[in-house]
């Protein structure tokens, strides 16, 4: 009897030690994975996603864009082959969407070979619209885009300013997640091959 709760005790520590030597093994490292940009890196404003709400992918490689302006008038993307066509998602709420207005309202009026147009992505009526737009007034056209029907050549935003590049062949030459500069259009045309700041 003895001689058996002995060899249950030598197999109790047995046991233990096992598990106390299996319990320090340091688990082996995961890969890391690289993570995408977030809108808050950027500093773009996150946009609130529904589980129900639909989410297309769009950007096709020459988008098409035929959309009624505020000021009554109808845009067409294709008309504009031959310039470089600033695509500006925005929102009236949207504090550094606000902020990039002027420097593109500027960029639109100096620069021949660069058109801007802002795409009002929210739910606000054309009038209001309107009366925001006296109080923050740009010289490029404005249309305020349907958030359940929006342009399907371009890919729902997933924050705010989200801006496209279109080339004058009317391909995708470039496209930012948050706020733009002139600069950073500039810079983006001189990439594609386009003139540079200083020849422009």
Same mark, same amino acid.
């Given at each position: 009897? $003895?001689? @058996?709760?002995?060899?249950?005790?030598?197999?109790?520590?047995?046991?233990?030690? +096992?598990?106390?030597?299996?319990?320090?093994?340091?688990?082996?490292?995961?890969? !890391?994975?690289?993570?995408?940009?977030?809108?808050?890196?950027? #500093?773009?404003?996150?946009?609130? %996603?529904?589980?129900?709400? =639909?989410? $297309?992918?769009?950007?096709? &490689? /020459?988008?098409?864009?035929?959309?009624?302006?505020?000021?009554? %008038? %109808?845009?067409?993307? +294709?008309?504009? &082959? #031959?310039?470089?066509?600033?695509?500006?998602?925005?929102?009236?709420?949207?504090?550094?969407?606000?902020?990039?207005? =002027? !420097?593109?309202?500027?960029?639109?009026?100096?620069? !021949? $070979?660069?058109?801007?147009?802002?795409?009002?992505?929210?739910?606000?009526? =054309?009038?209001?619209?309107?009366?925001?737009?006296?109080? $923050?007034?740009?010289?490029?056209? /404005?249309?305020?885009?349907?958030?359940?029907?929006?342009?399907?050549?371009?890919?729902?935003? @997933? #924050?705010?300013?989200?801006?496209?590049? /279109?080339?004058?062949?009317?391909?995708? +030459?470039?496209?930012?997640? #948050?706020?733009?500069?002139?600069?950073?259009? !500039?810079?983006? /045309?001189?990439? +594609?091959?386009?003139?540079?700041?200083?020849?422009?």
């Amino acid at each position: 009897m $003895h001689r @058996r709760s002995v060899s249950i005790s030598l197999l109790a520590v047995a046991l233990a030690s +096992a598990v106390l030597i299996g319990g320090c093994k340091k688990p082996a490292p995961e890969p !890391e994975l690289a993570q995408p940009q977030t809108p808050a890196e950027t #500093g773009a404003l996150t946009l609130p %996603q529904t589980p129900d709400e =639909p989410r $297309h992918e769009g950007d096709v &490689r /020459i988008p098409t864009l035929k959309i009624a302006t505020v000021d009554g %008038q %109808q845009y067409d993307l +294709a008309t504009r &082959r #031959g310039k470089w066509v600033v695509v500006n998602f925005w929102a009236t709420w949207c504090k550094p969407c606000l902020k990039e207005m =002027p !420097e593109l309202s500027a960029l639109d009026a100096m620069r !021949e $070979h660069i058109e801007v147009v802002g795409l009002a992505y929210e739910d606000i009526t =054309p009038d209001d619209m309107k009366v925001f737009l006296k109080l $923050h007034p740009v010289v490029y056209p /404005i249309a305020v885009v349907d958030t359940f029907n929006p342009p399907a050549d371009f890919a729902t935003p @997933r #924050g705010l300013p989200m801006t496209y590049l /279109i080339a004058p062949d009317g391909t995708v +030459a470039d496209k930012f997640l #948050g706020p733009v500069t002139a600069k950073d259009i !500039e810079s983006a /045309i001189a990439k +594609a091959g386009g003139p540079k700041a200083s020849q422009s």
